[in-house]
């Protein structure tokens, strides 16, 4: 069965940096895009950064500039640098990725459990 898991998140000082990453495993034969999200507490989830599998990336306005996201999709791969975070940018971080299972005509799109990422002093 097709399944995301992100790993990298964690507690980091205002104006640090941190890295996640997002692993999409099964029965795959192609990948459309791979993105974040985050839900910080008490509010939506957000779109923060996604890119597609031409290589073309879109963010988030609060976050460009600061992140960077990146995929490997012949590895099922994704990443999202975050440097000069923010306190406004502690949330749950979730993996998001469209992709087409394997025998079928339909893509589905996937999220992962997510990660927590806390910035404060």
């Known amino acids: 069965q097709e399944q995301l898991v992100e790993s990298g998140g964690g507690l980091v000082q205002p104006g640090g940096s941190l890295s996640l990453s997002c692993v999409a495993s099964g029965s795959i034969s192609a990948i459309y895009f791979m993105g974040w999200y985050r839900q910080p507490p008490g509010q939506q989830r957000e779109l923060v950064a996604r890119?597609?599998?031409?290589?073309?990336?879109n963010y988030a306005d609060s976050v460009k500039g600061r992140f960077a996201v990146s995929a490997d999709f012949a590895k099922n791969t994704a990443s999202l640098q975050m440097d000069s975070l923010k306190p406004e940018d502690t949330a749950v971080y979730y993996c998001?990725?469209?992709?087409?299972?394997?025998?079928?005509?339909?893509?589905?799109?996937?999220w992962g459990k997510g990660t927590l990422v806390t910035v404060s002093s």
């Open positions: 998001n990725v469209l992709l087409m299972r394997a025998g079928y005509l339909i893509p589905r799109e996937y």
């Open positions: 890119i597609m599998s031409g290589g073309i990336a």
